[in-house]
């Protein structure tokens, strides 16, 4: 148990669907980020958010929208995905003061778009 | 562009040693992450370095050469459950994390 938790873990979907995944620290921590993680290839950071404040934003298509109403909790809302949007989502937070910061990561939804 | 390598796949034999190398291409350098990650579960921090040198956390250690861009992990006594992808990560400038694809380690009785 690494102090963040994901729901739900898995999530099958049609291309026309509206789904929302979640994700909670119980850290403490000011930082929250998603990261899509596909079979062999490295983590994607997809968005960062640094005390509700998003700051990243890499080029991820309008399909994908992030909410962060605290700096406890962060969604990821999906529509209109594409089958190659399967993957294994990852969600992580960190305390940003310099130095180290790491990151802590969830368990992850692992999702398929049909 | 910035870049990590890391082997796809490694094994290894129980009560060995195995070490797992990483190289990095990055546009700065604030520090190196090593994450272990089980199939299906999610990527827990093993280790970090910003100094060069050899940092020892019980059967496992990490070594860093800032000047040859170059990292190892470093497992001893190896156990069935230390199976799992080993992820390298690097800090740049700009304290972005750029990550390596991970290594598979399958360890054999």
């Known amino acids: 148990e690494t102090g963040v938790t994901q729901t739900p873990r898995h999530l099958v979907m049609g291309m026309t669907n509206k789904k929302s995944l979640k994700c909670e620290q119980h850290?403490?921590?000011?930082?929250m980020y998603w990261y899509k993680q596909s079979a062999k290839k490295p983590l994607e950071l997809m968005f960062v958010y640094n005390f509700k404040e998003q700051t990243e934003n890499n080029s991820v298509p309008s399909r994908f929208s992030p909410e962060c109403p605290n700096s406890s909790h962060l969604f990821l809302h999906l529509h209109t995905l594409q089958p190659e949007d399967s993957a294994l989502y990852l969600c992580?937070?960190?305390?940003?003061?310099?130095?180290?910061?790491?990151?802590?990561f969830g368990p992850g939804t692992r999702l398929l778009v049909l | 562009g910035q870049n990590i390598d890391q082997p796809t796949e490694m094994t290894a034999t129980e009560g060995a040693i195995v070490q797992i190398n990483c190289t990095y291409q990055?546009?700065?350098?604030?520090?190196l992450f090593w994450y272990q990650q089980h199939a299906g579960e999610a990527p827990t921090f093993l280790s970090y370095?910003?100094l060069d040198g050899l940092e020892e956390k019980g059967r496992f250690s990490s070594f860093l050469s800032r000047s040859k861009g170059y990292s190892y992990l470093l497992l001893k006594e190896l156990q069935m459950k230390d199976s799992a992808s080993y992820l390298c990560a690097v800090r740049d400038s700009n304290y972005q994390l750029i990550w390596g694809a991970g290594t598979k380690l399958i360890i054999k009785p």
């Open positions: 990055t546009s700065g350098f604030n520090g």
């Open positions: 850290l403490g921590h000011n930082a």
């Open positions: 370095n910003v």
């Open positions: 992580a937070s960190s305390q940003s003061r310099g130095g180290e910061e790491t990151q802590y």
